[in-house]
C-alpha cells in the first residue's frame, strides 16, 4: 500500500539488468504517484501494471461486511481516475489492459520496450477482496 512503485525503484536500481514489475492498487499507486515522474526522469524500464477498480476496495468491503456501511463506501467511482493519461502526462509510455491475454501481451511488450511503461487494468470493485477470502468466503 504506496510502496510498490518506490520499492520497485529501488530494485530496479540494484538490478539494472533485470526486468522489475510494480503490481499495484488504485489507491496504493496514488499515495506514490510522483514516483512515475522519478522512473521517467531516471530512465529505469520499470513496467508499473495498477489494477484500477475506483475504491480502496478491501477497506470498503470490510466496512459493509463488519459495519454495516453501503457497498463501496470508501470509493470513488464518481472521480474515476485514468492512470495511462496519468503516466503519458508524465511522459511515459502507458497502455490500458483487457483480460488475461491482453495483460500478458502487453505485459512482454513493455519488458520488450526497455522503458518505463504503465499498463493499467479495470477491475470490478465487487470483486472480492484478500480478506473476503481469508475468511473463507
Ligand atoms: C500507508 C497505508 N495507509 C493505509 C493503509 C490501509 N489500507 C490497506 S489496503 C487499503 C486500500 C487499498 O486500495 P487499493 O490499492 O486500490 O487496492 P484494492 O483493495 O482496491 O484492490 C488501505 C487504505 C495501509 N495498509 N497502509
Ligand atoms: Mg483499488
Redesign the pocket.
Known amino acids: ?2 510502496t510498490g512503485l518506490p520499492a520497485a525503484i529501488g530494485a530496479q536500481l540494484a538490478n539494472p539488468e533485470k526486468p522489475v514489475l510494480a503490481l ?6 496514488m ?1 506514490a504517484v510522483h514516483e512515475l515522474h522519478t522512473a521517467v526522469a531516471e530512465e529505469l524500464p520499470i513496467t508499473t501494471v495498477v ?1 484500477n ?1 475506483d ?5 470498503s468491503e470490510e466496512a459493509e461486511r463488519s459495519y454495516g456501511l453501503e457497498s463501496g463506501a470508501y470509493g470513488w467511482p464518481s472521480a474515476a481516475l485514468d492512470f495511462p493519461t496519468i503516466a503519458e502526462g508524465m511522459g511515459m509510455t502507458a497502455f490500458r489492459a483487457d483480460g488475461v491475454a491482453d495483460l500478458e501481451n502487453r505485459v512482454s511488450e513493455a519488458i520488450a520496450r526497455d522503458e518505463p511503461v504503465l499498463i493499467e487494468v479495470r ?1 470490478d ?1 465487487d470483486e472480492p ?1 484478500a480478506s473476503a477470502f481469508m475468511e473463507g468466503a
Not at 475504491?55 to 477497506?59: G, L, S
Open positions: 500500500m504506496g499495484c492498487g488504485d489507491g496504493g499507486l499515495m489494477f477498480n475504491d480502496y476496495a478491501i477497506i477491475t470493485p477482496q
